[in-house]
Each structure stands twice: as C-alpha cells, then as structure tokens.
C-alpha cells in the first residue's frame, strides 16, 4: 500500500496568503497530494504576526492558483459558520478548484480564539457539529430541483433549494476525535476518512479498531473510510540538520522523535512505514516552518520514494 503523504499548516501561527501560497505551489511541484491548513483565528503561542488568515477566503484563492494539488480543512470548527453558509462556501471553492477541496469538521476546541473575536463558544458542542454534518451533507446530496428541510435542537432550515452543488458527486469529509463511542459513529454515518490528530504510536492501531467496529455496526465496509494521522515534520540530511529545524520551531529533538516523522530521513522513513503498518493510508506532515520550503523538498526527493 502506497502512503499518501499531506502537507497540513498552521498559519494562525504566523503566515500571510502568500506565505502560503508558496508553501501550496511547492506542495504541488513537489508531487504531494494535497495541500490542508488550520481553520483557527488565533496563534497558540507567539506574536502571530501578521495575523490569521480564513481557511475558506485561503482555499478558494489557492483554487485559482493551482492545478492538481487537493485542498481543504484540518479541520473547520462547528463554531465558525452556520452550516447552511459553510455548505455553500465549500461548494463554490469546489467549483473554483474544479473538485479538489475536501471538508474537515470539527466540534472546535480553542475558547480564547472566540472571545478574541467575538464568536460563541457553548459548552456543549457535539451535537452542533452531528447538526452540521447532516445539513452540509444534505445540501450537497439534495437532488437539483428538490428542496431541503432540516429541523434540529440548533439549526433549522426551511424549503431550501440547496444551491450550489460541489463540482465533485461527494466531496470528502473528514471527521477526527479520540471520544470512543460517539465520533466514530459520527464518522460511520458521515465520514470518508477518520484522521488521528498527533495520536501516541501505540494507540493508532487499537483506534482504528474502534472506528471499524463502529462501522460494522452501522452497516458501512471498513473499506469505504480513509484511516489518515496528523504528525508534526521535522526531518534533516543529518542530525545537526534536524537539530536546527527542531530549534526552528521550539521544538526539542527528542520530543519530536518520540510524537511525530522527526529524525534523520532513515528514522522518518521508519516512522512512516510504521504507521503505514499499523494501518494509516495518509499522512498530514504537519508543517510548522512554512519559509523552509527545503525541508519540503527533503521529503519528496529522500523520503516519499522510499515508501
């Protein structure tokens, strides 16, 4: 099994559209798959300078900007927009990539980014987010013509004509958590791919055997859900490389190697094959330095042929 390699940023930290423009255009060049970013609207430490950018007004410039390479959220949180706005947002950025983009949804976990901004932040808020994937799933699977009506404890909509369609026949979505029970049902009922965000090695597997089994409960083939993780990057030519790369993104070298594909490019091929094996399809190198386009290089040209 070939192991789809992602690379997923985090410009809350600090990044301009251009900044990430460049990263996307390089991703492309490079041969990686898809190019995914943070929806966040605060940095998580640091100046965050020059300020976030929105993941959407993001994406559908890169839609114009690229050809091939696949875009989308890591993830959209529940919090940010009304469903029925965020159906038609990702719709149109479909059509405007020509169907690349694909949906990661999420229940939202950052209060401070709220209160910076002004944006609710209930307590509880995983039946928004089960609320969300069943009015933006039932817009885009409306037949034209047809109208959509949805009634539920947060959101109502009423003879909508569920306009417009994604240029794709299902774009992806993408759910992620560690609850045991609840998000991979959730997953089974909406998802296409179930991602593992910075899991511990050890428990990627026995996971993975949570959500199959919720799977076979509702009916679904395990067959037909991506099973994709999301580890932080830091790789170099040689230790002191890697050293330098790690100190670029305050990071220290053993952390990295004990949690993310961190090392030289033997151990971040081992790490990869490992995860491959524990039963990962696609990996979302999570890209901290995004003015190293280097380090993208390293890996597409040292570590992707050797998986």
Known sequence: ???????????QQGATYDDLLKVAQATEELGFSAFFRSDHYLTMGGDGLPGPTDAWTTLAGLARETKTLRLGTLVTSATF????????????????????????????WFAEEHAAY?????????????????????LWGTPLGERYSFSGEHYTLTDSPALPKPTQDRVPVIVGGSGPKRTPALAARFATEYNQAFPAFGDIAPRIDVVNQSLKEAGRDPETLTHSAALVLAVGRDEAEFERRAAAIGREPAELREHGVAGTVAEAVDRLAQVRADGI????????????????????REVAPRL
């Open 81 to 108: 927009r009304h469903p029925g706005v965020l159906a038609i947002q990702v719709a149109q950025v479909d059509q405007m990539s020509g169907g690349r983009v694909e949906l990661g949804l999420g229940a939202g």
């Open 118 to 138: 002004g944006i609710p932040f209930p307590a509880k808020r995983f039946g928004l987010l089960e609320e969300q994937l069943e009015v933006v799933t039932g």
């Open 281 to 300: 399809e696609r990996v979302y190198l999570q890209v901290l330095d995004l003015h190293d386009l280097d380090h993208l290089e390293l890996v597409a």
């Open 1 to 11: 099994m070939t192991l789809d390699l992602r690379i997923f940023t985090e410009p």
